[in-house]
Every structure is written in C-alpha cells, then in structure tokens.
Nanobody
Framework: QVQLVESGGALVQAGGSLRLSCAAS????????MGWYRQAPGKQREMVAIVNSGGSSNYADSVKGRFTISRDNAKNTASLQMNSLKPEDTAVYYCYFWDLRAYWGQGTQVTVAS
C-alpha cells in the first residue's frame, strides 16, 4: 500500500523560504512520476511541480524560478524548495505519486504572511 507523508509546512513571512519533504513507501518509487499540488481555500487543487522518473520536471507558471522540485530515489523522498514566497502561495500542499493511479499525502499547510 502506497503511503506518502509530507512535512515542512509552516507560517513564513513574504519573501521567505520553506522546504517541503515527502517520504514515500509501498511502491517502486523510482519508476514513476511524483510531485506537489496545492489547494487554497475556495479554489481547486492545482499542480505546482512534477518530476518524472528520469528527473525531468515541470512547474506551474506561477512558481517558475522560485520553486525547485527534487527527488532522491535511493531514499524514496521528494522535496520542494520554495523561495521568494508570496501570500498567494498560501495553501495546503499535497505530495502526489502516480502508480497506475494517483496517490496523495495528507497535506501540509503553508501560510505566507504579507
């Protein structure tokens, strides 16, 4: 059974940085895409960043140049480095993993104060 556990969410001032981590278990992590989505109050869940098994990544336009996704296949972990945070980045961030279907973590709250 696939399990994803996020950590690293916090309250931070605008312009600050945070690093989110996701620990995965229960699947062949290295063979599949994984990434981060977020959902702000009253809005739909949206893709933030995805990295495939080969290491290629895609980012939402709103975070390009500020966020960096990475993965460590040996440790079954993925991270999201978030710099120059803005109040509009405030959301619950979910780790995502694809293995014949989508799997989601429980979410971690990121709040950016202006």
């Amino acid at each position: 059974q696939v399990q994803l556990v996020e950590s690293g969410g916090a309250l931070v001032q605008a312009g600050g940085s945070l690093r989110l981590s996701c620990a995965a278990s229960g699947s062949r992590f290295s063979n599949n895409a994984m990434g981060w989505y977020r959902q702000a109050p009253g809005k739909q869940r949206e893709m933030v960043a995805i990295v495939n098994s080969g290491g290629s990544s895609n980012y939402a336009d709103s975070v390009k140049g500020r966020f960096t996704i990475s993965r460590d296949n040996a440790k079954n972990t993925a991270s999201l480095q978030m710099n120059s945070l803005k109040p509009e980045d405030t959301a619950v961030y979910y780790c995502y993993f694809w293995d014949l279907r989508a799997y989601w973590g429980q979410g971690t709250q990121v709040t950016v104060a202006s």
